[in-house]
């Protein structure tokens, strides 16, 4: 396939649903944009996938855990468009290859195992430089994104979101695609990010990296609170959450983002604490690869 193919097939606006009971909350169903990988990753690694290809760089090299969907797409969209791809995962020794790093290894990436103090390291010069030492001439891709190119993909979230929604509420990792929306946002629309991992510091290192990137100071909050034990971890009231909102609405939410982003808007809305009058839209990011065993 052609990038400029990919291009256009996640360049297609999202269908939309309502939430169960209220007309006026969208759910912008990334999670249907393609059968295998999740919009919202695909979205961050065309402008890579662009540049590397413009600077013909053939083999693209990153980071994540088992069961990470950034490692998915990346070797997918690796496989479909001819770069070679290289996983480095975090793994304790003697570990299975989860159903992720399988399709991984199908699409034809190069898998390493690291142990997770290395991984802990995966931000660092010095992390980078021995992959750069072992596989030189490739493309580096951190795993969260970060980038400016990952940012400005993110954006194109906004194609999709409806209108009428002057509420924005997505799941929050690394942060990149509340960047991307943040950096595009149209005027009087609030956006509300719900950190996935626990930060016994309050957030305060992700709003300051938000308020940075916020160029058009459009209005944000974080909703702390329901990471729960913390990032990849659920507990039994999420999956029951999880599962009850399959049965009301027919729209499956992974563990690891949406059910987590999902259940911090059923709360508010059970509290009346969203101006659901004015239009709320929740981001479906995608990620139900990662809930196969
Ligand atoms: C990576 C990911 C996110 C988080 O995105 P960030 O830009 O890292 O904040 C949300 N949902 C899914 C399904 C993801 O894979």
């Given amino acids: 396939m052609s ?38 990753k695909i979205y961050k690694l065309l402008p890579l996938l662009k540049q590397a290809h413009q600077q013909n760089v053939k083999r693209l090299v990153s980071v994540g855990g088992r069961f990470s969907n950034h490692l998915h797409a990346l070797s997918w ?5 001819g770069f070679k791809t290289v996983g480095f995962y975090r793994s304790y020794t003697g570990q299975e290859l989860t159903p992720t790093l399988r399709d991984c290894l199908n699409w034809g990436m190069t898998l390493h195992a690291i142990s997770p103090q290395q991984y802990q390291a995966r ?14 001439q490739s493309a580096y891709i951190r ?43 149209p005027e009087n629309v609030r956006v509300i990010g719900v950190p996935v991992y626990r930060d016994p510091d309050g957030y305060q290192a992700l709003h300051e990296r938000l308020s940075i990137h916020n160029r058009n ?16 971890r659920s ?34 809305l059970m509290q009346n604490d969203v101006a659901v009058s004015e239009g709320v839209a929740i981001l479906h990011t995608g990620g139900l690869q990662g809930l196969r065993k």
């Avoid at 291009?7 to 059968?35: C, E, K, M, N, Y």
């Avoid at 969209?77 to 468009?81: D, T």
């Fill in 123 to 136: 931000d660092t010069e010095a992390f980078w430089s021995l992959i750069e030492n072992q596989y030189p």
């Fill in 235 to 268: 507990n039994s009231n999420l999956i029951q959450f999880a599962e009850q909102f399959e049965r009301q609405s027919g729209v499956k939410l992974d563990l690891v983002y949406n059910a987590k982003s999902f259940y911090a808007l059923f709360e508010r």
């Fill in 3 to 40: 990038l400029a193919k990919l291009a256009r097939i996640f360049s297609t606006p999202l269908p939309i649903d309502a939430w169960p009971g209220q007309p006026s909350v969208s759910i912008v169903r990334g999670d249907l944009i393609h059968p295998v990988v999740s919009g919202n």
């Fill in 217 to 232: 100071q459009t209005r944000f909050e974080l909703w702390g609170g329901y990471a729960g034990k913390g990032f990849g």
């Fill in 77 to 81: 969209a690796g496989h479909l468009l």
């Fill in 143 to 185: 795993e969260g994104g970060w980038s400016a190119d990952a940012i400005e993909g993110s954006s194109a979230w906004w194609q999709s979101i409806p209108k009428s929604a002057k509420t924005v509420v997505l799941p929050v990792g690394s942060g990149t695609t509340m960047v991307g929306l943040l950096a595009n946002a």
